[in-house]
């Protein structure tokens, strides 16, 4: 027996509710169960109970068995001074608090196919525990949880920005920089690209925005990717800049080891991500600015789509000529950026200034693209559950990584579907 589905039950009011007792056979009467605690002390806070005629207020504390209470260790614990109800699957023991008070208790009862589906999601090996069922869920509850999946996920993007504003970086303009620079480490260079664009002040690139050379110059310099051998006509020329603008600068590279090149196809490598961020750089100044100003999808792609300089259209690295193919932008990681640096920045800064608007134009962006193309979408597709748009792929990305891989059923909506459906009864609105 899981705690975990205590909690659910109760928090849910899953139990059967007519009569009950207290373990001393007083009647009691749950009006509210309280809030969820996720934190360290009890489980829920605030909830309000009758027993007998007295009216109580405080915190619920749930266990597998009442002697639990004492295995944990509450008993001399202040801050389980304020339980008012120990709610257990089997009383076994007395329990009392810190001041020595006794607290009342209730042996939870629940209808049996609860246990049964929850051991069944746990123990399933497929691709996601309620495979057998998801497609029988009703749509209405699909479409308010993936809103509320896409919610979570935009706040989660919209923390790393927060942190960054909250730091040193106090400028929309900068914090945007660094962030589309983290935004070109598609993933696997994220933090590389994060530590380079941190090293760089956009000031300072900015002085030179006229100059693509320079540019890449202090962008490679500082990536720490220019080669001391190997090299050819235009990373000597490179180097030599560097040189100059990093004593001017006072400037000191990153550790090279950081960039990433296993796994990668050529066309991601680091130096062809940071060939096209200069070139964006060089055509855009003020790029968080010129963001807020475009009002529609087309005219963002626009404004994002950059091509590699003319050495980069035959090279993936330094001084290793290759078959000239266009090193711009594709589409689809214009989208990828614009779902992960653009909307997300969109939506903060909505959110900060208290501008709906800004905040559903985010939301509309990520309606009018198409959703990614991955194996985990794939997966939810063969499911039955294809995601229409981005804001659809972005919603089941997240109810893959945070609920499903981690069998967090109990807090996912359709798991609460799944949980509620005994073999004699279809899942039902
Ligand atoms: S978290 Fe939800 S969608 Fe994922 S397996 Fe569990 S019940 Fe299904």
């Known amino acids: 027996m899981k705690e975990s589905i205590l909690h659910y039950v109760w928090q849910f009011r899953l139990f059967t509710d007519n009569d009950l007792k207290t373990n001393e056979g007083l009647r009691l009467e749950i009006i509210d169960t309280g809030r969820l605690n996720t934190d360290a002390g009890p489980d829920f806070f605030n909830a309000k109970i009758r027993i007998g005629n007295t009216l109580w207020a405080g915190n619920v504390e749930l266990h597998t068995q009442s002697s639990d209470w004492y295995r944990h260790g509450h008993h001399c614990d202040p801050a389980y001074r304020n339980v008012v109800l120990h709610v257990v699957k089997k009383v076994d023991a007395e329990v009392r608090n810190v001041n020595e008070e006794c607290i009342p208790q209730l042996e939870l009862r629940y209808p049996a196919h609860i246990d049964r589906n929850y051991e069944k999601l746990l123990n399933e090996k497929k691709w996601i525990p309620c495979a057998d069922h998801v497609g029988d869920v009703p749509a209405i509850v699909v479409s308010s949880w993936k809103n509320a999946l896409l919610s979570e996920r935009l706040l989660q993007k919209t923390a790393a920005i927060a942190k960054l504003l909250s730091g040193s970086i106090r400028n929309w303009e900068e914090a945007f920089y660094i962030t589309l620079a983290r935004g070109f480490g598609f993933g696997i260079n994220s933090q590389a690209f994060q530590a380079l664009a941190q090293s760089l002040p956009m000031k300072l690139l900015g002085k030179h925005k006229n100059n693509l050379q320079d540019i890449e110059a202090l962008l490679f310099g500082q990536a720490g990717l220019i080669p001391a051998t190997k090299t050819d006509d235009y990373s000597r020329a490179l180097k030599q800049n560097y040189r100059f603008l990093a004593h001017k600068y006072e400037l000191h590279p990153i550790d090279a080891s950081q960039w990433k090149f296993l796994r990668l196809r050529p066309g991601n490598f680091p130096h062809v991500r940071i060939a096209q961020f200069a070139a964006l750089i060089h055509a855009s100044s003020k790029l968080f600015s010129k963001t807020m100003e475009q009002h529609d999808l087309a005219s963002l792609r626009q404004l994002l789509a950059c091509q590699a300089s003319e050495y980069w259209q035959t090279h993936y690295r330094f ?100 949980m509620q459906s005994s073999n004699s009864k279809p899942i039902t609105p």
């Open 319 to 418: 001084a290793h000529p290759s078959k000239r193919l266009n090193k711009g932008m594709s589409k689809a990681s214009i989208d990828v950026l614009l779902i992960n640096v653009v909307v997300p920045f969109l939506f903060y800064y909505g959110h900060s200034k208290q501008q709906q608007e800004i905040k559903d134009k985010a939301l509309r962006l990520l309606e009018e693209m198409a959703p990614e193309q991955n194996a985990v979408l794939a997966g939810w597709q063969a499911l039955g559950l294809e995601a229409a748009s981005a804001y659809d792929s972005q919603a089941l990305l997240q109810l893959k990584k945070e609920y499903c891989d981690a069998k967090k059923c109990l807090r996912c909506r359709i798991g609460h579907k799944v």
